[in-house]
T-cell receptor
Framework: DGGITQSPKYLFRKEGQNVTLSCEQNLNHDAMYWYRQDPGQGLRLIYYSQIVNDFQKGDIAEGYSVSREKKESFPLTVTSAQKNPTAFYLC????????????FGPGTRLTVL | GESVGLHLPTLSVQEGDNSIINCAYSNSASDYFIWYKQESGKGPQFIIDIRSNMDKRQGQRVTVLLNKTVKHLSLQIAATQPGDSAVYFCAENKGYKYIFGTGTRLKVLA
């Protein structure tokens, strides 16, 4: 069963803590992406990776970090520097970077306590 | 459930009727467009796509229309069913990057 998985589904963070959101895909896609979704707004790009061992900042990268050590994995760390981290986080992947269709995971809801 | 649907325009449709959801896109150079469906608390699900060299594309119960003159995209759902209730949003591909619309909530009335 191929697809994109994200864990955990719900995550609670105390102020000052770093937390890491997991994203795994078994679609053999080269490109992976992290988006943030807030009520009433379109998805905003945090980071993207065109290929393993490469990643680039998106539009709202401040306070976030990523790694891409394996093709199938693209974890996102929300650091204490992110001032408003409460949001729904979506991971996506596409066969290649650029115009390929992006397919999304089920999302992680992060809440700061 | 997820609160992503707050403050969104809502379209209410009687079960069995056709639905039309509209989207205005921003860049006349965009050459690829996607419609996604997002149910509460879940990730967006691909519905249908269209490239800029086409005006219309049909899928199963869904049709996407592209009007490049006025930068307008629409999604038509035939014989709307309760399972179609969700937030629908469009995405345009501008070079490497996608720009996502805020979405429309579709409510199907029994």
């Amino acid at each position: 069963d191929g697809g994109i998985t994200q864990s955990p589904k719900y995550l609670f963070r105390k102020e000052g803590q770093n937390v890491t959101l997991s994203c795994e895909q078994n679609l053999n896609h080269d490109a992976m992406y992290w988006y943030r979704q807030d009520p009433g707004q379109g998805l905003r790009l945090i980071y993207y990776s065109q290929i393993v061992n490469d990643f680039q900042k998106g539009d709202i990268a401040e306070g976030y970090s990523v790694s891409r050590e394996k093709k199938e994995s693209f974890p996102l760390t929300v650091t204490s520097a992110q001032k408003n981290p409460t949001a729904f986080y979506l991971c996506a992947s596409s066969p290649q970077f650029s115009t390929d269709t992006q397919y999304f995971g089920p999302g992680t809801r992060l809440t700061v306590l | 459930g997820e609160s992503v649907g707050l403050h969104l325009p809502t379209l209410s449709v009687q079960e069995g009727d056709n639905s039309i959801i509209n989207c205005a896109y921003s860049n006349s150079a965009s050459d690829y467009f996607i419609w996604y469906k997002q149910e509460s608390g879940k990730g967006p699900q691909f519905i249908i796509d269209i490239r800029s060299n086409m005006d219309k594309r049909q899928g199963q119960r869904v049709t996407v229309l592209l009007n490049k003159t006025v930068k307008h995209l629409s999604l038509q759902i035939a014989a709307t069913q309760p399972g179609d209730s969700a937030v629908y949003f469009c995405a345009e591909n501008k070079g490497y990057k996608y720009i996502f619309g805020t979405g429309t909530r579709l409510k199907v009335l029994a």
